[in-house]
């Protein structure tokens, strides 16, 4: 089972690479899932796009092919306690973190659906999840 992260669904959504589109088809669509935080990230790229009605239903005919994960209490929970230790442990700014970047809330909040979840979080930004104990990782872009 997996959770597409938004870099992944971008992915499909423009056909690129063809890799990641056919993987997809592979898995099958009852093994993949997005978060309600990924489909809100995209409904903010289709937003502030050129051609935002025919991108914001390109978005609603992708997230319909798959499972929608909530953002519900066992993720609420996840997420106070993987952003509490990865500040506790002087990953959450730059000034801090050991690879000199920023840690998202989103991603965080990506991180704790997956895991709350029990999904493999499919991700061609693996550093956005370095260090996040329990998370399994795949990058299914070449």
């Not at 890799?19 to 088809?25: D, F, G, I, L, Y």
């Not at 704790?112 to 991700?123: I, K």
């Amino acid at each position: 089972m997996f959770l597409l992260d938004t870099d992944h669904c971008i992915y499909i959504l423009n056909g690129k690479p063809l890799e990641v589109a056919e993987r997809s088809e592979v898995v099958g669509r009852g093994q993949m899932a997005v978060s309600y935080i990924t489909m809100a990230e995209l409904i903010y790229g289709a937003c502030k796009s050129r051609n935002k009605a025919a991108n914001l239903a390109t978005v609603e005919r992708l997230c319909a092919r798959l499972i929608l994960l909530p953002f519900e209490d066992s993720v609420v929970r996840i997420f106070g306690e993987l952003k509490a230790d990865l500040d506790a442990a002087g990953q959450l700014n730059a000034s801090t973190a050991a690879d000199g970047r920023v840690r998202r809330d989103f991603d965080i909040a990506i991180a704790a659906t997956a895991l709350a979840y029990g999904r493999t979080l499919v991700t061609h930004n693996t550093s956005h999840y370095a260090g996040i104990s329990g998370l399994a990782l795949e990058d299914w872009h070449p």
